[in-house]
């Protein structure tokens, strides 16, 4: 029978705090492909997947927590929604916020915001103030106006984000038939790790329901291993970091929200949260792009950049299954793909119009 994919809350309704009276609000997000990754899966030994969450609507993983928050939103009656943001919060929250009818207000730092992220917040017809100060200091403002102003708070400090983004690992196990052994991914604001070890939670248990107990799906639950980026590294520090810098925007973060959360999820789970360079960012965003065929933005390849590191450090078993969630689109942030090794611009060779001196060029001799 045909089924087309309903978006994360009808797809999953049962698990969310929805009921059958709930107005959804929904641009199909979800459904993502789980890509087995044939070069890591040949570097570790293990078996390798890539969850793509740039095939999202708005092409991030940020589509699942904003259905649920839009959703909340609508039936909060609110008439205008907030964010601050890295840029891919803004872009998700600016395109549901049309969807929803809802006026959209989005903060984002000074500096450093990606075109692609912009221009969707921009056409999506949201009022776009670049603060002077950085992501940090926007959440605490935006939340600030969620307190004290009739707008609504659309950050993963609202629950329903983080309610919407745990249906990532419900796909993931739904894909595979039982939970991986490990799950990779980056962390910025901290909100999709603690989401993801949410959803594996809920997914290895039964579950309480208005309408009975849903049986456990899975058998186990991952390992959790998360990364961030050097410059932007506070679980590593183990404090917050007051000026994060790194090329990886969006985890360029320096006082997670989810701080607690996170922390639980690494514990709990037996994994680690550690750091990468922006090299080793850059060298893993290469990797996904030129051997495995899937175009990412930097901050979503840090992840990957993780596993290489933890695999050149022989820290990666064989014989298990592995999956990272690579966050964002690569469209979203295209100019690093222009960049060559040693920092120039690559440039298309110049031929003429004439099919000798192209084939020539390409290295091809007549048959
Ligand atoms: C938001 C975002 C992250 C960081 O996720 P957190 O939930 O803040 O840890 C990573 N990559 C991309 C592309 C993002 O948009």
Same mark, same amino acid.
């Given at each position: 029978m045909a089924h087309q994919w309903r978006g994360v809350i009808r797809e999953y309704a049962e698990r969310? @705090? *929805?009921? /059958?009276a709930t107005k959804v609000i929904t641009l199909g997000e979800g459904g993502t492909p789980l890509v087995h990754a044939q070069k890591l899966s040949e570097l570790t030994g293990s078996e390798v997947y890539l969850k *793509? /969450? &740039?095939?999202n609507p708005t092409g991030s993983f940020k589509d699942r927590g904003m259905t649920m928050a839009m959703t909340a939103a609508v039936e909060a009656g609110a008439k205008a929604v907030v964010c601050a943001s890295t840029g891919n919060t803004s872009a998700s929250a600016a395109a549901y916020a049309t969807a929803a009818g809802l006026k959209c207000a989005v903060l984002v730092p000074e500096g450093k915001i990606s075109m692609g992220k912009l221009s969707q917040a921009i056409a999506h017809g949201a009022t776009l103030l670049q603060v002077d100060g950085n992501f940090d200091n926007c959440l605490d403002i935006a939340r600030k106006l969620g307190e004290a102003y009739p707008v609504f708070l659309v950050n993963s400090v609202n629950p329903a984000r983080i309610q919407g983004q745990k249906t990532g690992a419900f796909e993931v196990v739904d894909s595979l038939g039982d939970a991986p052994d490990i799950h990779v991914l980056p962390v910025g604001n901290a909100g999709n790790i603690t989401a993801y070890w949410k959803g594996y939670k809920e997914y290895s248990a039964p579950f309480e329901t208005a309408n009975g107990t849903l049986p456990a799906v899975s058998t186990k639950t991952p390992v959790m291993w998360g990364f961030q980026a050097a410059g932007a590294a506070p679980f590593v520090a183990g404090h917050p970091i007051t000026e994060p810098d790194t090329i990886a925007t969006a985890i360029r973060? &320096?006082? @997670?929200?989810?701080w607690e959360t996170a922390v639980a999820a690494r514990d709990e789970s037996g994994g680690l949260i550690e750091a990468v360079t922006d090299d080793e960012i850059l060298a893993a965003h290469r990797w996904l792009s030129a051997k495995e065929g899937v175009f990412v933005e930097p901050g979503s390849a840090a992840g990957v950049a993780g596993l290489i590191k933890k695999h050149a450090a022989g820290e990666v078993p064989s014989g298990k299954t592995i999956v990272i969630t690579v966050t964002g689109h690569g469209l979203k942030d295209p100019q690093w793909a222009l960049r060559t090794e040693d920092g120039s611009d690559v440039q298309p060779v110049k031929v003429p119009n004439d099919v000798v001196t192209v084939a020539a060029e390409l290295g091809l001799e007549e048959n």
């Open positions: 969310l @705090p *929805v009921t /059958e *793509v /969450e &740039g095939m973060i &320096g006082n @997670p929200a989810s």
